[in-house]
């Protein structure tokens, strides 16, 4: 859901509040106040103008203060010891720090149940199928099929991506987020670790909290051992107490965690403290890409760009890209792209293509050596952009991004992790 659907909506509630507010219904004009609220926040997470996120959050200050102020003005009768609980929850809720800490975790919310963001599907990700499976297991089926996860047979409730940077740990999650009709917080270490005393863990309290409210949903935490590396005598108190509500919020004592998957991601699992560790009940290796999953990232990365590449070179290519990750293909890809481009930009000499060639009645361009025939001394900026013929891609522009991009996983990297996975973890590919 856009901002302006979002804050289109909190401006329609915020004046039926005015008016109940001018007609003295204090009660309904602070329930819609705080309704109004809701719809400001959601506004604030997905505006992306800095100037608008500044007047929205001015106007949510401005609305909070006034529901304040109405709130003391009524008098409700004192709850029963049965609804106590209930009311303690509420007051919590519309209290003027809580709304604020809550305000910020929303922004971190990147789609909404039945409703997504992200444009991320499996069919994006290249292999991986066992992670696939993992992950379809813990959100799609249960939310599918809930009458099947009855008795003793629940969903997964934690589970931990972990491997070498760049093999698609976080596209996996973003997945998620595009399958799922789920409310998925996206969450890194700037998003719950703050400066003030004892803030931290009541926003780790709040995140789990609003998860709760909004289920199903998925908390994914991006560079996990971040904020759960193990604990030792060099903790600060604060680190210590972030790490123990965590602990508390993942075992969910006391409380309904159906429909909560929390998935976090490291390509140091061995450094995630033992405890918070084994609450990921599922702990799933993502390694390099083999070379049939390496030949779909290269066409999923070239996609509809013109290209005269065929099958049999995808292949040759992919078995040449033995040790790169994901990230690394698309990083060649990218740079295999720009070849073209370079040799538009630095040619002193064009010839017109033809005529079988050309996109249009325009007499088209392409770059030439000096030598052949047809060519024309000029330079690209003397072209019309309609003049230009876009440039196919071939063989020799990979060959030069392969002189150009080097695997960025070490070897003494993937010994490690297989260790690891051999004690604690399961094969993801």
């Known amino acids: 859901m856009s901002s302006q659907t979002n804050l289109n909506k909190a401006i329609s509630i915020v004046n039926k509040a005015i008016e109940h507010d001018k007609a003295q219904n204090h009660a309904q004009a602070c329930k819609d106040y705080m309704d109004a609220l809701d719809y400001f926040m959601l506004a604030l997470k997905y505006e992306k103008n800095d100037q608008f996120k500044i007047l929205i959050r001015s106007k949510i200050d401005d609305y909070l203060a006034r529901a304040e102020v109405l709130k003391k003005t009524l008098s409700p009768p004192t709850p029963t010891a049965s609804a106590a609980l209930a009311v303690k929850r509420t007051d919590a809720a519309d209290d003027p720090d809580t709304k604020k800490l809550r305000a910020g975790l929303a922004e971190a919310i990147i789609s909404t149940s039945g409703s997504s963001s992200s444009s991320v599907t499996w069919d994006d990700i290249a292999g991986l199928a066992g992670a696939k499976q993992a992950l379809k297991e813990a959100v799609i089926i249960p939310h599918m099929f809930p009458h099947l996860f009855t008795g003793k047979r629940r969903a997964v409730k934690g589970i931990l991506l972990y491997g070498p940077p760049g093999t698609g740990k976080s596209h996996l999650a973003k997945a998620v987020a595009g399958e799922a009709k789920s409310t998925f917080f996206s969450i890194s270490s700037t998003d719950i670790v703050s400066k003030w005393q004892g803030e931290s863990e009541k926003l780790v309290r709040h995140l789990f909290e609003m998860a709760r409210e909004m289920r199903p949903s998925v908390i994914f935490i991006d560079e996990v051992d971040s904020l759960t590396t193990a604990r030792g005598d060099g903790d600060s108190e604060a680190s ?14 006391g409380r309904d965690d159906t429909g909560v998957l929390v998935i976090g991601a490291t ?7 033992l405890s918070i560790k084994r609450r990921f009940e599922r702990r799933i290796y993502i390694p390099l890409p083999d070379v049939s999953a390496r030949e779909t990232i290269l066409k999923l990365h070239v996609g509809d760009t013109p290209s005269e590449l065929t099958d049999a070179d995808y292949q040759t290519l992919a078995e040449r890209l033995e040790g790169y990750s994901g990230a690394d293909i698309s990083s060649i890809v990218q740079d295999a792209l720009m070849q073209p481009i370079r040799k538009l930009m630095n040619a002193t000499h064009f010839k017109p293509v033809e005529p079988s060639i050309s996109e249009g009645p325009t007499t088209q361009w392409t770059a030439c050596d000096a030598a052949d025939q047809g060519a024309v001394k000029k330079i690209l900026v003397e072209l019309k952009p309609e003049e230009v013929l876009d440039p196919r891609l071939v063989m020799k522009d990979f060959d030069s991004a392969l002189e150009n991009v080097r695997p960025t996983v070490k070897e003494s990297d993937l010994e490690g992790h297989l260790e690891w996975t051999k004690e604690f973890g399961s094969y993801g590919s």
């Open 240 to 253: 210590r107490r972030l790490k123990t509500e965590f602990l508390v919020q993942m075992d969910g004592l």
């Open 267 to 273: 390509n140091i699992p061995w450094a995630i403290d």
